[in-house]
């Protein structure tokens, strides 16, 4: 797994915010609390989490169109559900009061991994701004799962965790996880890009997903 | 695992065309072949196979708002991905010559399970297809692996095989197996609604997969 | 004028739903009721019918491309807005309450004549929509005049009904009639596709929709 | 039939143009001439006639959003399409070269007649471009056929021509007549808005209409 | 300074209407009020100005596509708000009660400087709006402050006031004054085409501009 | 004036990069380079320059919606022309061979004068790319005219530099100038908020600023 470091309160203006980095991959996550909830919940006393996810122009090596002119691409739609449920099974929404926490998470740098890593850096930046509520008597402390997500994959036969773009580029399959921190699935995603894979072999990425998993829940 | 049938040759237009119904889930899959590949593959001799999906603004209890109007949500462009991502491992890209199949997917009744009827359909489609296309003498009949998709989910802390829409809106865990005749998995995706899930479950989601799976493949 | 026949109840989900066949033009109609009505009719009592349309990319021999990702087309605007109107003939929508009927004519094989033959499938969907509704005791049944369209032409001089597709490309003039089934005009539409009408070609064409009507009107 | 004047050269910048007043109904015309084709035309040698329909924001007593920000409506679509197929009737497009015509109608002001008012005005500026172009010898003057459009209604049961807008807010039923200079039919529309009509009606209408027509074609 | 003329009441729909003519520079100013404010000035007992700007499409040489069609450029954006913050100088908007006065300026003919005409236009549509509006006793006059706009610019190294297309298009720095009755600068811009240009050219295009103003302000 | 940082290579893959600070407002610009210029200049064998720019969700206090859902604003719009014609003066365009260099500037934190800290770091940034081009042979060193922007503003009377955001939003009036190494125009825009201003403020306005530009010139 590559290094990782986490600058916290990288942007002012949010509840919480924090870059994350996992390598040459850069995440700035940043979290925003509204005092309402989406109409499909109003009036059930329940809170909300989503999430956004958007890609900088330069953060490729080959310039990326912003989607404010093309539109939100299907990737960008997928991924953003996909942080948004992974988020909400690490909070009982019911804790949360009638609150919609929104984390923004825009890639400044993208070498391989961006979903993964916007959800482990988001996932910190939640719990950072529901500490940062309850400090301030807005809302008590809910209880929460500590979770995180990593990519893996198999390249050349063997299973690998956290590729970079030009190693991911080049595999058979690629695989995110989400994990909670005793070892539960929340989120598996395997796809062939190559080749099929063995059933024996998700099992080999698993194995590597919760090695790596436990390592970045150690920045909590 | 719910009955199904598939109905040949349900529309006259497209190259080849089916009806395929799982209970009361009925996807009408449409195969249509344009002399032409997307720009990133021009010249290079290759193929392409892309999907599409979408709800008629009936097929759901409550009526279902259309995409033309609203524009393509989030789930569409998700699950358009994943059909496409899937029948690409069908075959080898090369044997099809600069063509584009694009396999419509539409769903005339929803009663849960939608993408994976429409992925097992718009195999068989392809299928088709490539026979009919074949039989005129226009390409020659490329080596494929045939495969199917089925849903699966964690219902009330038990396994099971091809929710319906009441089963998977109480579900804990749903997912999504694509695998290959010889039972090698082309996409896996397990999410958490409810509750994340022990690892030992993905296993038990797996096996029922592919004795579905399998069923699934009798039908060709 | 092509054999016609009706498929009750081909979804599921809606109020009331009807495929309708005419030759090889297939249309599904489905009602769907909503208990409030647009804005500029709010509170004063009275109901609303309107309709969308739509084709599936398989319905014609060259793909559609879908309206969810190219926008709807003038044709498509011109077309609900002509079944919408045709259907608030009807009925008084005074005895409808405050509610609207949306009928969504979506087709399946396009071999001319879609519009015509939704209008058709609509009206008698909408009907089939008002007695379950009076049957369970929601509104009482309105009073209707049954009404059904049909479309007729000029081809190579001589006045044609219910053109098909061939037949249509080369006609000099096109023409859709929606007519009560006391024999009054609610809509009458001439295009000089090839060259301009004499006027008394017009009551050629009158004299054949009211025929087409009246066997139309027997299916109810 | 209101009075009716024609302005010409309203603008500077179009190969033709002119504002047509009918009563309080004022449309300005504009003809652009681009020389080429749209694709389904390429290299056969023929050319295209084709209008666009906007009303100013303040041509209406309460203020009309912009399409520029709500888009078109489905009525722009239905009356650019009108004009269009109205105005190809007029000449053997052949004639023109790979030319296209583009009409711009533009609405001042409305009082009710404004679709058939852009049919008469577009039609005139037509042949007023058609006639500078040969003129600076750029193409061979086409034979064409002089054309007009009107208006006409039933309105508290008599049949009524050229209405202004609160005639036509109580008429039972609204019509569109566009006319050749031999007294064919290039469009005939009849619309029942209260109720439906006789068809004896249709042909009392259809007398005013020609009425009508000869006295606009005295204008040219 | 071109030759300056109003029609007054072009339109007859809006509360106000003015056409301004400066030389073949033509725009269509209407004011319409709304008896409702933004919603961020909701309940604060505060009125609202604010301006829509369009270009016919026949307004200049080559045929200008419709923003119907293409959307509305950023030229045309920042032309809305320049028209809309200096009206906004005008007058105090406390004075206005909970209306929103909206003038839409669409140009019918361009030749330079349209977007200072359209501002000069709507003050003088404006105070008409607030005239008859006092008059029929809706609202007491508010006090106000006279205001034009003038267009200005450097061209072969000379100071010039209100250029033509011609002149325009080969200068070095264009520039657009907003001045009021007394002389005071509500809104300066200055951008160079060509070349930057020195301080000092600054004074001699602010001596030029309050020239032209002056005049401007003897036709209210 | 606030105190500026500049950190050079702040992402990877464009040309050159740089992050501008100026007090709390950081703006991330990033130059990429195309080897094509726009259809109007395709061919003449001259260069293009252009900017794109945007904030980021958590760049100010109360989140800012993304322009991916909601559409570019005017003010978006706007500053973009801005910066793109800003930067066009910097060189002569004909130096850089039929090359687009595209600017993206991104506001990560925003406490006023953002898009005077966009220009000041995009001609900068463009600066290094210019450099970086010329060092590997691609192009020789264009000559160019150092710039640099600043903001300024009238707050309580008084003429201000560098507002930030909440001296700017209690200022009478906003000021904007792009200035040349050699103390010439490039941009002057000055806007009443509150009041008018009298013509010598703005001279103090143009006092401050060029203090202002000198002193970030010299971190060039």
Redesign the interface.
């Known amino acids: 797994m590559r290094p990782v470091t986490i600058v916290r309160d990288?942007?002012?203006?949010?509840t919480a915010?924090l870059l994350i980095k996992m390598g040459?991959t850069h995440v700035?996550c940043?979290v925003?609390v509204?005092e309402k909830v989406p109409p499909f919940l109003k009036g059930q006393g329940t809170g909300w989490i989503t999430a956004?996810y958007?890609m900088?122009?330069?953060?490729?090596?080959?310039?990326m169109q912003?989607?404010?002119?093309r539109?939100?691409?299907?990737?960008?739609?997928?991924i953003?559900?996909l942080i948004g449920?992974s988020l909400r099974?690490m909070v009982d929404l019911d804790q949360l009061g009638e609150r919609t926490f929104?984390i923004?998470c825009?890639v400044?740098?993208?070498?391989g991994g961006t979903r993964t890593a916007a959800i482990t850096g988001a996932a910190m930046a939640l719990h950072d701004a529901f500490g940062k509520l309850a400090a301030a008597g807005t809302m008590p402390m809910p209880k929460f799962?500590r979770l995180a997500a990593i990519s893996a994959g198999i390249v050349g036969g063997e299973a690998m965790l956290d590729l970079d773009y030009s190693e991911d580029s080049g595999a058979e399959v690629d695989a995110n996880f989400v994990?909670?921190e005793?070892?539960?699935?929340?989120?598996?995603?395997?796809?062939?890009e190559g080749?099929?894979?063995?059933?024996k072999q998700?099992d080999e990425l698993?194995d590597l997903a919760e090695k790596g998993v436990s390592e970045l829940l150690e920045l909590w």
Request: charged share 30%; proline share 6%; glycine share 10%.
């Open positions: 990288f942007q002012i203006g949010p915010s040459n700035l940043a925003s509204e956004e958007g900088l122009p330069g953060s490729t090596n080959t310039r912003r989607e404010a002119s539109g939100r691409s299907g990737r960008t739609y997928e953003q559900r449920r099974m929104r923004d825009d400044l740098n993208a070498d799962t994990l909670s005793d070892g539960r699935i929340i989120e598996a995603q395997t796809t062939a080749a099929p894979m063995p059933r998700l698993l």
